[in-house]
T-cell receptor, first 113, second 115 residues
Framework: SQQGEEDPQALSIQEGENATMNCSYK?????LQWYRQNSGRGLVHLIL?????REKHSGRLRVTLDTSKKSSSLLITASRAADTASYFC?????????????FGKGTLLTVNP | NAGVMQNPRHLVRRRGQEARLRCSPM?????VYWYRQLPEEGLKFMVY????????ESGMPKERFSAEFPKEGPSILRIQQVVRGDSAAYFC?????????????FGPGTRLTVL
């Protein structure tokens, strides 16, 4: 079964720096989504990139998708302390059970003021 | 437009008791999904429901767990005879009718603690 796996597991940066997180998966997908989770809270949907897209932007977020390598990256530019959270990638598989999102374990991002 | 609502937000149960978790999807959404998040882990799919139908429950333990999404009212995830290993955060998500892709909107979760 497919699995999104993020790396690094934890990332600590200074405010103003860029943060890059990576995600790898194993099987064919319809799309890949990134979510943020603040400590002890629910998930916030950040961005969705479809399998036929290579790059997508949303504000300070930039997501890339390389289906040949089965990998994606999330770049947060000019980070802020409020960006401190766990970030998860989730893949929606192609095929019959494409409603299931498969999540990785996440990257814990700490942005120090 | 209210988001996905879950209650209770926190639930404490003793071993052997029953836990009932409720989820009200976003207005207009007819698809509901339940996920479980163990500490330090990502979310794991449990079950996918549409109104009055269980579409896929492949991620749900065969025993003690059940889910429903009745014609009227919220979706319910029921855990009977809870054990300590059931302690986790349970998230519900909903989506509208999907044609091309599935953006799921998540609720704030219910944190279940089994003593």
């Amino acid at each position: 079964s497919q699995q999104g796996e993020e790396d690094p597991q934890a990332l600590s940066i200074q405010e103003g720096e860029n943060a890059t997180m990576n995600c790898s998966y194993k099987t064919s997908i319809n799309n890949l989504q990134w979510y943020r989770q603040n400590s002890g809270r629910g998930l916030v949907h950040l961005i969705l990139i479809r399998s036929n897209e290579r790059e997508k932007h949303s504000g300070r977020l930039r997501v890339t998708l390389d289906t040949s390598k089965k990998s994606s990256s999330l770049l947060i530019t000019a980070s802020r302390a409020a960006d401190t959270a766990s970030y998860f990638c989730a893949t929606e598989g192609s095929g019959g059970s494409n409603y299931k999102l498969t999540f990785g374990k996440g990257t814990l991002l700490t942005v120090n003021p | 437009n209210a988001g996905v609502m879950q209650n209770p937000r926190h639930l404490v149960r003793r071993r052997g008791q029953e836990a009932r978790l409720r989820c009200s999807p976003m207005k207009g959404h007819s698809h509901v999904y339940w996920y479980r998040q163990l500490p330090e882990e990502g979310l794991k799919f449990m079950v996918y429901l549409q109104k009055e139908n269980i579409i896929d429950e492949s991620g749900m333990p065969k025993e003690r767990f059940s889910a429903e999404f009745p014609k009227e009212g919220p979706s319910i995830l029921r855990i009977q005879q809870v054990v300590r290993g059931d302690s986790a955060a349970y998230f519900c998500a909903s989506s509208p009718y999907r044609e091309y892709y599935n953006e799921q909107f998540f609720g704030p979760g219910t944190r279940l603690t089994v003593l």
